[in-house]
């Protein structure tokens, strides 16, 4: 009896429950990236080419799935709902059109969110409620939605399901760099809700144990992870933190499913700044011709940082993977902002 809210097991069946329907994404490496790190070996682990732009599909299509596997045989249709602005909104309508109408996706989301996030949720079949754009207005609605429909929530990142799907992005890349005669010695992930960490965090340890070093990267003006990890205790983000990040990806906290995995066996979490991020997103554009978004920067940063290259020498650790967890991104808006800020 686990303490925790997923196995490994957990991971291999989603595997399976999502195969075919989710990308299986490239693993990508630069050897002009390699000399920017200090000569160490990176494989990226390009998930902005997942379906709907982001690991979240995964997740969606892991949760979904399993849904439909456990209401059994139903002429009815499955109502699912969520609250998200962002990638778990484009991921769980897509995923809803996905299982071929027998699943519904409700979505309420911030009248804040950008137009085309919500036009994607629309085109994907997606039903949008909007909300005002706080998380109190975001949560009463959906928990309406839930009892009025009898719907089924879909927690982005909490949901046991959905961090089971988002395990499989390193069940991927491990045997994606080993078909490449190499192994991992440190493995860097984008921490926000803690979704994507809690469950490759998960499969990492069921697959190599001690022998990887999981580091989670987060933007310091959204600390909430390595404030909690080095406190030993969940926190929340401090009262007077304006949550104002380019890395907007990141802006949930942990929660009670997903912090007990990353508090008990990630090594570091590491924080860099909106420049860092900035430039190492920019890094990306022009060196790997991937446009990830800037949330997917920060593991980048982190790589190329003084802080984890001191800690972590390249002589012992030489092969790093970083997922690059989405590339939905405004470029007009963050082509801008790298031009006044780099």
């Not at 778990?88 to 059109?97: D, R």
Request: aromatic share 6%; glycine share 8%; with cysteine.
């Amino acid at each position: 009896d686990s303490p925790y809210c997923i196995t490994f097991d957990d991971i291999l069946a989603a595997a399976k429950r999502i195969e075919g329907l989710a990308h299986k994404t490239p693993v990508l490496t630069s050897s002009s990236l390699n000399e920017v790190a200090k000569g160490r070996k990176l494989f990226f682990k390009v998930e902005a080419l997942q379906k709907t732009g982001s690991f979240k599909f995964r997740g969606a299509v892991n949760a979904i799935f399993s849904l439909i596997e456990t209401t059994g045989e139903t002429d009815e249709t499955i109502q699912v709902v969520t609250h998200s602005s962002g990638n778990h909104a484009q991921a769980l309508a897509l995923a809803a059109k996905t299982a071929g109408g027998k699943v519904k996706a409700t979505i309420v989301m911030p009248e804040s969110a950008p137009g085309v996030k919500k036009a994607a949720v629309l085109s994907y079949g997606g039903h949008v409620i909007d909300v005002e754009s706080t998380n109190e207005a975001r949560e009463s609605k959906a928990n309406e939605v839930q009892r009025e429909m009898g719907a089924e929530f879909i927690h982005p990142s909490e949901d046991p399901r959905v961090i089971a799907g988002q395990g499989t992005a390193c069940l991927e890349m491990i045997a994606q760099v080993k078909d490449l005669n190499e192994d991992l010695q440190v493995v860097v992930i984008p921490v926000g809700g803690g979704g994507l960490a809690s469950g490759n965090i998960t499969t990492l340890r069921g697959l190599l144990g001690k022998n990887v070093k999981i580091i989670l990267a987060e933007p310091k003006e959204l600390d909430d992870a390595k404030r909690s990890f080095y406190a030993g205790e969940l926190l929340r983000h401090s009262t007077d933190n304006k949550l104002k990040s380019v890395a907007d990806g990141l802006k949930t906290t942990l929660g009670p499913n997903t912090w007990p995995i990353i508090r008990d066996f990630v090594d570091d979490i590491y924080t860099v700044s909106e420049e860092e991020i900035l430039r190492a997103t920019k890094l990306i554009w022009e060196r790997l011709k991937v446009c990830i978004e800037p949330s997917a920067g920060v593991g980048v940063a982190v790589v190329m940082g003084e802080e984890f290259q001191n800690k972590y020498p390249v002589e012992q650790y030489k092969n790093v993977g970083i997922i690059l967890c989405g590339g939905n991104v405004d470029f007009i808006k963050t082509s801008a902002l790298m031009a006044k800020v780099l």
